[in-house]
Each structure stands twice: as C-alpha cells, then as structure tokens.
C-alpha cells in the first residue's frame, strides 16, 4: 500500500476527507493512521465525510481499523491504523435481486 495518510487531532476532517475521497477514486485502497483519541475522532468524521462525496458517483469506501506500533521520534507510539478499500455503491433492486436469486437456491423455497 502506497499512500497512507497521518491524521492528527487538529487535522480538519473535511480536507482529509477531499484527500481520502481523490485517493479512492484513483488507487482504490489507502491507509489512515492516527494517534491519540482526537486524531481517531478526526479521522472517523472524515471518513464520514468522505462516505458523501463517494456517494454521488456510485462509490462507497471500507474501513478496517487496527492497532499498530509505531515509531515516532525515536518512541514507539500506538496508533489505529485504518485500511480503507474503495467499495461500489449497489442499488436497492440489485440487492433485492440478489436476495431473491439466494432464495430460489435454497431447496424447499
């Protein structure tokens, strides 16, 4: 994974949301870390954020938080770590269809 953005607590979420959202569109997958629990909240808002400027181009996005170790200054600091995979939208006949198809699979429906 190439691109891996550092969110702090000052961080604004609707900037790392243009530059989460720009980065799905082209690479599809991105990592986000950040330490301490504002910088986590930053980053949750964001991805929020993101989620809607996705939207209207059929995209939504995933993301997959884990703790990490990182070395910081010469001190390991813990961080959340958060995998974000580009995810395309699916409308709500596609989904109904694809419920009905699993049904009709199913012996004694």
């Known amino acids: 994974m190439d691109e ?18 720009a980065l799905i569109r082209t690479t599809g997958t991105l990592e986000i870390q950040a330490i301490g629990p504002s910088a986590v909240n930053q980053t949750v808002k964001a991805l929020a954020i993101a989620r809607g400027y996705l939207h209207g181009e059929g995209l939504d996005l995933s ?6 170790k990182l070395d910081v200054a010469e001190e390991e600091r813990t961080a959340v770590r ?22 009709k699979s ?4």
């Open 4 to 21: 891996t953005l550092r969110v702090s607590g000052t961080s604004r979420p609707n900037a790392v949301a243009g530059a989460i959202a």
């Open 63 to 68: 993301a997959q938080p884990a703790f990490v």
């Open 82 to 103: 958060f995998l974000v995979r580009r995810e395309t939208l699916r409308s709500a006949k596609t989904v109904a269809l694809a419920t009905l198809d699993k049904a």
């Open 106 to 109: 199913v012996p004694g429906l």
